[in-house]
């Protein structure tokens, strides 16, 4: 890149907010001021993700950080990036990064989401980043036989065992090759990335949509650049007080009560589907399918489902209560029934997809990238027994989901402490937060602490829906209508507000 008036956009000291102790004044200016390549998406025959990119007229590119920004000038890896160009440029207010979540999430293909969001098109360069380590940036690859670490604990302290050994396991699945890498991949190195990125492409300030752990990524981003900060949409926060390997450990009453919604919808279809005429029949039907599969595993297809999957598909399940996801949920548990009664169980597609991800590792890999982000963000107790007594003591209260969100992660053997504490949210930063009152991934309560951690934003409440994520994704004109207009004018609410489902 020419000098180009670069220095007008980003000055040499704001270029090095992120820099570690004892690097150099001035260490991070060729990473900001870096040209940045852009060449078509595709790259090879079966590169579905590119070839949508291509003909969505995107454009993608790979940018040079550190590997370690307390030494810039030593090894460095390459992040990928997306950019779909904004559709009226008279009329450009700059780039909208965009993260799905995670962590692990790859996010270049989601630029296109241009489709569902024209008018907000028009006025911004869409960007899509796969974080460091993840998709097509510079690998980190945990050598997994399954999609993801989440299982129960199962009934007992025997079926706990099997659950350290296999977080164990996966521990080393992850260590095999990486090790020089693991200390690295924490969100806080992700945000300065994201900063990096910005400046590259000549951007004085970021606007940002994110959601579920991208709240998070979003939060940190305003803790450490907020100066940089525009226009930024969190939706479906996480709790920044305990975000981390045990991020789920407070999901359990908010995974039976979407439990008991779908129940109570299953009641109603019982003509169709025959779990039962009254939500406690549906419940009972559930719980006769996990009582089934603590006995012996149920053979499903050429599966064998046992306790410690049965409560981790449910909690799947549970993040969309649209009428199609939980007639698929319906439709599943039927299979899991008949299996429970010992007659023939053929899985259904969206089964079969499940079971096959998690017992062979060809499903999304989002888990085996971002177990090595959670461990580098907080570091956790690394005795399996502080786990089973906090699983023990919540069998009570929470005996189908305790023992699933309460267990133990692969972090709990992981050989690296993370370099830096978690961080700290606090800021006053304009935000605008979106989320349903009953999400189970990620809790109302936990959002409000986030809504309170950042001072000064403003939350729109889904009322009544059961599900996570809502800007374009419920269908609700209220919340999308609000985000909309927050995007393009940067009007938001006076106040909180509700929005009906």
């Keep these: 890149m020419s000098a180009l008036a670069f220095g007008a956009l980003v000055d040499p000291a704001g270029a090095d907010a992120g820099v570690g102790p004892g690097a150099p004044a001035g260490a991070l200016t060729p990473y900001y001021r870096q040209p940045v390549a852009w060449h078509i998406c595709t790259i090879g025959p079966e590169d579905r993700v590119g070839q949508a990119l291509d003909a969505a007229g995107a454009k993608c590119a790979e940018v040079t950080v550190p590997l370690d920004y307390r030494r810039p000038g030593g090894p460095t890896i390459s992040v990928a990036v997306s950019r779909i160009r904004a559709a009226d440029p008279a009329h450009r207010r700059g780039m909208l990064l965009v993260n799905p979540g995670g962590p692990g999430g790859a996010a270049i293909q989601y630029v296109l989401i241009k489709q569902l969001i024209p008018q907000v098109v028009a006025r911004y360069d869409l960007v899509g980043m796969d974080p460091r380590f993840v998709g097509r940036s510079t690998p980190l690859r945990c050598r997994w036989d399954t999609d993801t670490f989440l ?103 908010a995974a039976a009560a979407a439990l008991l919604h779908w129940a109570a919808w299953a009641a109603g279809q019982q003509d169709r589907y025959g779990l039962g005429a009254t939500t406690e029949a549906v419940l009972s039907t559930v719980e006769r399918i996990n009582r089934a599969a603590v006995r012996a595993p149920l053979r499903v297809g050429e599966f064998l489902v046992d306790s410690h999957v049965v409560p981790y598909w449910l909690f799947l399940r549970l993040g969309d209560d649209s009428p199609e996801a939980y007639a698929s949920l319906a439709a599943e548990v039927r299979v899991l029934d008949a299996a429970a009664h010992g007659g023939p169980a053929t899985p259904t597609p969206s089964l079969r997809e499940f079971l096959t991800g998690l017992f062979t590792g060809a499903g999304d890999a989002s888990d085996r990238a971002g177990t090595p982000i959670l461990c580098a963000d907080r570091d956790v107790s690394h005795n399996p027994d502080t786990y089973f007594r906090a699983i023990q003591a919540h069998r009570a209260d929470e005996p189908l989901f305790g023992p699933l969100t309460r267990n133990l992660t692969p972090c709990a053997f992981w050989p690296v402490r993370p370099v830096e504490p978690p961080t700290v949210i606090h800021t006053a930063a304009p935000v605008l937060m979106v989320g349903a009152d009953g999400d189970p991934v990620t809790p109302y309560p936990g959002q409000q602490a986030m809504h309170r951690a950042l001072t000064g934003s403003r939350l729109v409440t889904l009322h009544g829906a059961v599900r996570h994520g809502v800007y374009l994704d419920a269908g609700n004109t209220c919340a999308d209508a609000t985000v909309n207009q927050y995007l393009m004018d940067g009007v938001r609410p006076a106040g909180d507000i509700t929005c009906a489902t």
Excluded: H, K
Aim: hydrophobic share 40%.
């Design 151 to 253: 299982r129960s604990a199962g009934p007992d302290r025997a079926s706990y065992a099997q659950s350290v050994a296999l977080a164990r396991t996966l521990a080393a699945g992850c260590v095999a090759g990486n090790l020089d890498r693991l200390p690295y991949a924490s969100t806080r190195n992700t945000v300065r990335d994201i900063d990096v990125i910005r400046g590259a492409l000549g951007e004085p300030r970021l606007s940002y949509l994110g959601y579920s752990y991208g709240t998070y990524l979003g939060a940190v981003y305003l803790q450490m650049f907020g100066a940089r900060a525009d226009r930024f949409v969190l939706d479906s926060a996480v709790d920044p007080t305990v975000y981390g390997p045990g991020v789920l450990s407070r999901n359990g009453p």
